[in-house]
């Protein structure tokens, strides 16, 4: 818990930087292996995102979308990738992008507020769990002094927990000076307790950037800005990045393409950012729930069950899709509506994290998932 004093020294670290702040949380550990968390608040269209063109009920549900279905890349005899996912359609060539489909938390209710509740807690309901499997990631992980941090106004529910998490909030204040930060440095030398807050914030500061300030407006930038809080040899090693906008209950068509135009250029900076440590980084993108499988009269879609995840990076054993597939003929959705989901959420993430940190799966799912009840996470994901 943060005492006044500590607290002033962090509200004082807010308004020293200026700009957008992007909505990241990031932690450190002793490993050379970087994790980050993608979270689509908003529901992504996981249909319309990996279509299922092979399907034969596709065409005529989808009609609106044969043209992305068409101009996407093939990924097997019945995906096709949306294409305003180019760098990650590259990706999947090189056999660094896996997608998985039809794939759910334990969530089967339309709520946005308590589905991304329950992806973030990893509980089987919604507010069961009171923190976040992110969280309790770090605790499996390799100690290291310093704790983690979250660059937004709040720490994201994912985060939460007992491992200490700091908040990072710029604002839109001008920038303070040089000076003025050495004098703030001076004031808080003979101080023990502060003198190593207002060290761990000047480092923070500077770890964000230029970007920080006028660069992360715009998702490329926000993926560069990440690199370069993961890349130093001290830098951190788990982020999470909270992009909205998903939720398309209307002209789907443009919107989701921008969204996932946005999400691919994240991606590519990310990746452009990390440079070699791109072999060692493995991003996983994942939205609470699907939507339905028809256009509604809007043009969009509304809030439905099976959705859709990426694994990518480094050391994926991509260049598949990872689906039981359940089909789209209206005896086969869930509830007469929704893509029914055939393979668990939480399996995904146990099973990916474990082979990415080499961490015993069985402990890791039990760890991060505690509330789900019988676990078999994933295997064969990452190298």
Known sequence: MLDRRSFMVRATLASFAAGFAPRMAFARAATDRRFVFIIQRGAADGLGTIMPAGDPAFAAIRAPFLAEATEGAKLDGTFVLHPALANAATLYRQRRALFVHAVASPYRDRSHFDGQNVLETGGAQAFQAKDGW???????????????????????????????????????????????????????????????????????????????QDGGRNAAATGTLAARLLLPADGARVAMIETGGWDTHSAQKGRLAAQLKGLDAMIAALQSGLGDAWSDTLVLVATEFGRTVAINGTGGTDHGTGAAAMLLGGGVKGGRVLSDWPGLAPRSLYEGRDLKPTMRLDDLIAGAVAEHFALDPARTAATLFPLVGQRAPLTGLVT
Do not use: C, F, K
């Not at 994201?156 to 990072?168: I, K, M």
């Not at 909030?169 to 190593?196: F, I, K, N």
């Open 134 to 212: 992110l969280n309790r990631l770090l605790g499996l992980l390799p100690h290291d002094r310093a704790r983690a941090i979250a660059v937004s106004a709040t720490v994201p529910a994912a985060l939460r927990g007992a491992q200490e998490v700091a908040s990072y909030a710029p604002s839109l204040m001008p920038d303070a000076s040089e000076d003025l930060l050495q004098r703030v440095t001076q004031l808080y030398q003979g101080d023990q307790q502060l003198h190593g807050l207002w060290a761990e914030a000047l480092e923070t500061r500077q770890l964000a950037g230029e970007l920080a």
